[in-house]
């Protein structure tokens, strides 16, 4: 849905990569999306998505978003200036995050990325999103 959304409001001209593992849903919206210009999907792991990069945007929805797999590098997929956003958190509620009572190693991952200046938007009260933008 989020890969639609991102289609349907870009600019003509701006090219979109998405990678899925699953190859039944890859096949799926490939064929959904075949006939519309700059959208590519590329079946596998999320670490696929190195060869396209570098990108302006990145959503790593679905791995490489420092949860249950290793955080994306954002220097080698994002140009400078080019801005990542990491959803799905529950709101911060104190520095340093915490979870399960230990520190919030994914949220922090971003927070404090060297490479990035990155900040928590409050959604809903029970959802947020981290959005960071890499530095120049
Ligand atoms: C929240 S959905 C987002 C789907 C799509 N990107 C969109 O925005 O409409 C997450 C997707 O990531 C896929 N996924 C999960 N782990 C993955 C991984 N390690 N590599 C590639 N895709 C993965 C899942 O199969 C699922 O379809």
Redesign the pocket.
């Known amino acids: ?4 959304w991102m289609i349907a409001g870009r600019r003509p001209g701006v090219r979109i990569v ?5 190859e039944r ?1 890859a096949e799926e919206t490939a064929k959904l999306f075949a006939e519309i210009p700059d959208v590519e999907i590329l079946c ?3 670490t696929r998505i190195y060869e396209r990069a570098p990108f302006d945007l990145l ?1 790593p ?3 490489g978003n420092g949860k249950k ?1 290793s955080p994306v590098d954002p220097e080698r997929l994002l140009r400078p200036a080019g801005t990542i956003v990491v959803d799905d958190f529950t709101p911060m509620t104190q520095w340093p995050p915490l979870l399960d009572g230990q520190p919030d190693a994914a949220r922090l991952a971003w927070l404090e990325h060297p490479a990035l200046l990155c900040t928590e938007v409050r959604l809903a009260p029970d959802l947020s999103t981290l959005v960071g933008t890499r530095r120049p």
């Not at 849905?1 to 639609?4: K, N, V």
Request: net charge negative; glycine share 22%; no cysteine.
């Open positions: 849905m989020g890969l639609a998405s990678v899925e593992r699953d849903r596998g792991d999320w959503v929805d679905g791995g797999t």
